[in-house]
């Protein structure tokens, strides 16, 4: 734990304290706001931040709840008046004066102290919750765009031919999307693929899931008033660019685009591969993702996975499939098994989701019944950055 963690946590900690001790020389209930405002008769607001705060668990975990200093004053003031002990209020307003000496010696300001408490590992906390919430609202603005939600579904089954091999399918779709400007131009979704080498893989053999199309567009399950998506070719992939259009509701849509390779992996570790890796990269302010892994029943250890965010904005290199640590993201998601086999995939976020997966299943020709599989939802991904899931290989002779 840094300086700042423990001094902010030792700080919060006594303040927390001193409000209990204080709740309980007057009498009040902390499970009780709404009757401490009216006995006291302070706003409400005030009372259900420190009702948070006093039950909120370790120090950091209280910091959001920790309300202004003046604000404390006043209630402080209506202690008083109301006869609490004034060795116990003094005990409140010294803690309050130390909470605001770690604020001005580490980052100056409570505004900045709350970016960095969002930014930390601790209890239940996910990692830059509220800092991902408001960079999706800011940059929805910024970029004139936005998607209600970014889905991508890995399958994967062994080859019927040489099961040493691995079958893929990646499904990608953006719903809900809306233009905020009518000239927005940006990349709808952003393909690539990686070896251990560092060098991109070709997508030749990468088909799409509609027998016979050019495109990986699957346009039988898009709606809405779908543009025209151009390709623009980059190394190791390529994006996917919407053309500008009409703004919000009227121009909004769903689109998908899914893509099959067979033989396309070895399932077994080999001298420059001991893992595999799933990945999605924002490329549109989102509200949420849903990354689901779809696997043979033969491949079920595939679904124990780690879950990582990188920031591309940090990222130095790409040797050996790995990122530099500097750009991993304090962010902690957990997946979650989906029940049945086949997997329930049915979510309402995803409306029509179970008959897309009929669909690719009889592409494959795969038995649905023979799947099992794995979900990840993340709210407000961080723009620009790709989530990952990593599994290990198994050894051929395992």
Aim: charged share 25%; aromatic share 8%; proline share 6%.
């Amino acid at each position: 734990m840094s300086t700042l963690e423990q001094e902010c946590n030792d700080a919060v900690s006594r303040l927390k304290a001193a409000l209990i001790g204080l709740y309980d020389d007057v009498g009040a209930d902390p499970s009780s706001p709404q009757d401490v405002a009216r006995a006291f008769r302070i706003n409400k607001t005030l009372t259900w931040n420190m009702a948070k705060l006093m039950q909120a668990g370790e120090g950091l975990a209280a910091v959001p709840h920790v309300p202004g200093n003046s604000s404390i004053e006043r209630f402080l003031k209506a202690t008083e008046s109301h006869g609490a002990n004034k060795r116990i209020v003094e005990e409140v307003r010294s803690a309050t004066r130390e909470f605001e000496r770690v604020i001005d010696v580490h980052v100056g300001d409570r505004a900045t102290l709350d970016l960095v408490i969002d930014g930390l590992e601790f209890g239940e906390n996910a990692g830059l919750e509220q800092s991902r919430k408001r960079a999706y609202i800011g940059n929805s603005g910024i970029y004139g765009v936005q998607a209600r939600t970014n889905l991508m579904s890995c399958f994967m089954a062994p080859n019927p031919e040489d099961p040493s091999q691995l079958d893929m399918v990646m499904l990608r779709g953006l719903l809900g999307v809306r233009r905020l400007r009518s000239s927005v131009r940006l990349p709808l979704f952003q393909m690539r693929q990686w070896s251990r080498d560092d060098q991109a893989i070709g997508t030749q053999e990468w088909e799409p899931i509609e027998e016979g199309s050019s495109s990986p567009l699957i346009k039988r399950f898009n709606k809405g008033d779908v543009p025209e998506i151009r390709v623009v070719k980059t190394p190791g992939g390529s994006d996917y660019i919407i053309n500008p259009g009409p703004i919000g509701n009227r121009g909004a849509f769903d689109c998908y685009f899914g893509d099959m390779i067979r033989a396309g992996a070895s399932r077994y570790t080999t001298e420059n591969d001991t893992t595999g890796e799933f990945g999605v990269t924002v490329s549109v302010p989102t509200e949420s993702i849903v990354f689901d892994l779809i696997v043979h029943k033969s491949l079920a250890d595939f679904l124990e996975t780690e879950v990582a965010v990188y920031a591309h904005l940090f990222t130095t290199s790409h040797n050996d499939s790995e990122w530099d640590e500097a750009s991993r993201l304090p962010i902690r998601q957990n997946v979650s098994r989906l029940p049945g086999s086949p997997p329930a995939v049915a979510i309402k976020a995803i409306p029509g989701y179970t008959d897309i997966h009929h669909h690719i299943n009889e592409r494959l020709g795969w038995n649905a019944k023979d799947f099992v599989g794995t979900r990840l939802e993340m709210k407000y991904p961080p723009l620009g950055a790709s989530v990952t899931q990593k599994f290990n290989l198994p050894s051929r002779d395992s």
